[in-house]
């Protein structure tokens, strides 16, 4: 897998790395917590798994009209971004639990999704988590085609109305992953990605077969064999599920990344990044809010991207305790704290940013980098 070399520009980067670190460890020693989760963790799984499960308990067990029948799958798409965002997402961190076998089962709840952890370490863990925002690397904005997320991405006629299209196209996230998880597998298998990380790359093909196999039939087969519905009904509500779901994590995702404010950026000719990588990811995140109450627990903290992203492993129910420390030390050492007040105008940002990029064109060469700070 190629890599790239953060290189820091200047001794404030380090000392600030260090600083940082220090200070959020000291809050969870000096207050005797833990960095993982704790019983409102779990309290929280149990309602968005509810979320998620009771409605399609009810499809198979009562019966319903159609339209009652399609709310319920629109609640069962509204459990699955959750189940998404505030389950698996710190399971496969390994934040959920100090236990392993813990982590694993919040990781797990993927396959709710009809999906493997194995490509989504690879994708959002490894890739998107490392080089976030650096074109070419981060698969987050630079895999899509007609929706351009990167100023270095090819800019097309059509981009000029993206800011318009691309949020019903953010419903066909979930999608995408479903039906394009076996390319994406066997692509990372020829590449020897798999192999790299210890894996054996017939088994996890194998593995990714039976997942969908198993999801399909219980997502489209139960309900054939148990309710009244026709094929024709059940497929309408299995799309309404996904476009849900789609469209409320993607949307989520990109007003931490693709927003004003945040960079991107190219790898020089030496692969590398002139910033230490903790300033790195100060520079290409944002925070939206910091009182977005239920809406906040239901995203589980994705509103704290940049405390997610400089400390992955603390569990996002500690997010809005250690933001004020992250914040108060990048400004003491003279770094820009990318933060929206709230979720509707970090949702503007993101509107006026698709704006943009669909006009701009790519740039000719690499930014000053050490004008980002």
Request: charged share 15%.
């Amino acid at each position: 897998m190629e890599t790239i070399k953060f290189v820091r520009e200047n001794k404030k980067e380090r000392e600030f790395a260090f600083e940082v670190r220090k200070r959020v460890r000291a809050y969870f020693k000096d207050n005797n917590k833990s960095i993982y989760g704790n019983y409102t963790m779990y309290l929280k799984s149990v309602v968005i798994l509810c979320i998620y499960i009771v409605p399609f308990i009810i499809l198979l067990t009562t019966p319903v009209s159609a339209w009652t029948a399609l709310g319920l799958a629109i609640i069962m798409g509204i459990g699955e971004a959750g189940v998404g965002m505030s389950i698996m997402h710190d399971g496969v961190h390994h934040a959920y639990s100090s236990k392993k076998w813990v982590n694993d089962l919040a990781s797990s709840t993927m396959f709710l999704l009809g999906s493997n952890i194995f490509n989504w370490k690879i994708q959002h863990n490894i890739k998107h988590h490392t080089f976030t925002n650096i074109f070419n690397y981060d698969p987050d904005i630079s895999n899509l085609k007609i929706i351009r997320l990167c100023e270095y991405g090819p800019l097309k006629k059509y981009h000029r109305y993206q800011h318009f299209y691309a949020f019903p196209l953010y419903g066909l996230m979930t999608f995408a992953r479903l039906f394009g998880e076996i390319g994406v597998l066997l692509e990372y298998n020829k590449k020897g990605i798999t192999e790299e990380q210890n894996v054996d790359p017939t088994w996890q093909l194998i593995k990714l077969i039976a997942i969908k196999i198993v999801y399909f039939a219980v997502i489209i087969g139960l309900p054939l064999y148990f309710t009244d519905f026709a094929f024709w009904q059940i497929l309408i509500g299995f799309i309404a599920l996904h476009i849900t779901a789609g469209m409320i994590m993607s949307t989520v995702f990109q007003m931490a990344h693709v927003v004003e404010g945040t960079h991107q950026l190219l790898a020089d000719k030496d692969q590398q990044i002139k910033n230490d990588w903790l300033v790195h990811q100060l520079n290409t995140t944002s925070d939206f809010g910091r009182r977005n109450g239920l809406f906040s627990w239901y995203i589980g903290g994705l509103d704290f991207q940049i405390e997610h992203h400089i400390f992955q492993n603390i569990c996002h129910v500690h997010y809005p305790a250690i933001a004020s420390i992250i914040k108060a030390t990048a400004e003491e050492y003279g770094f820009t704290y990318n933060l929206k007040p709230n979720v509707f105008s970090a949702l503007a940002s993101h509107f006026r940013r698709l704006k943009e990029l669909g006009k701009i064109k790519p740039p000719t060469s690499l930014p000053n980098l050490a004008t980002v700070q």
